[in-house]
Nanobody
Framework: QVQLVESGGGLVQAGGSLRLSCAAS????????VGWFRQAPGKEREFVAG????????YYVDSVKGRFTISRDNAKNTVYLQMNSLKREDTAVYYC?????????????????WGQGTQVTVSS
C-alpha cells in the first residue's frame, strides 16, 4: 500500500514558478514509478510528467517540455515537479500517482495509487 500527499500548489502569476511535492508513505516507494497528472475543469485528466523508479528516465507531455522538471529523492520518499514559466493553461488540479511497474511513463492504467490533488492557478 502506498499513500501519496501532494503539496505546493497555489496561485501564481503567468511567468512565475511553483514546486509541487508528492510525499509517499510505504517503504517500497523507491520501487515505484511516479507520474504527475492534471485535470482542468471540464477536461480529461492528462499526463504531465513521469519518472522511473531509479530516476534516470523522465517523460513529459509536449506542452510542458523545457518548462517543467520532475525529480525524486528516494531517501525522502518524495517526488517533485518544478514548474517554471507557468501559463494560464497550466491551471488545473495536479495529482501524483504511483506505478507499481516502476516505469513512470504516460500510460495512465499503470498507475495504482493516487493522491488527492493540489490546485494550481495561474493568473494573467
Amino acid at each position: 500500500q502506498v499513500q501519496l500527499v501532494e503539496s505546493g500548489g497555489g496561485l501564481v502569476q503567468a511567468g512565475g514558478s511553483l514546486r509541487l511535492s508528492c510525499a509517499a508513505s510505504g517503504r517500497t516507494f523507491s520501487n515505484y514509478g511516479v507520474g504527475w497528472f492534471r485535470q482542468a475543469p471540464g477536461k480529461e485528466r492528462e499526463f504531465v510528467a513521469g519518472i522511473n523508479w531509479t530516476g534516470d528516465m523522465t517523460y513529459y507531455v509536449d506542452s510542458v517540455k523545457g518548462r517543467f522538471t520532475i525529480s525524486r529523492d528516494n531517501a525522502k520518499n518524495t517526488v517533485y515537479l518544478q514548474m517554471n514559466s507557468l501559463k494560464r493553461e497550466d491551471t488545473a488540479v495536479y495529482y501524483c500517482a504511483a506505478d507499481r511497474t516502476g516505469l513512470g511513463n504516460s500510460l495512465r492504467t499503470r498507475y495504482e495509487y493516487w493522491g488527492q490533488g493540489t490546485q494550481v492557478t495561474v493568473s494573467s
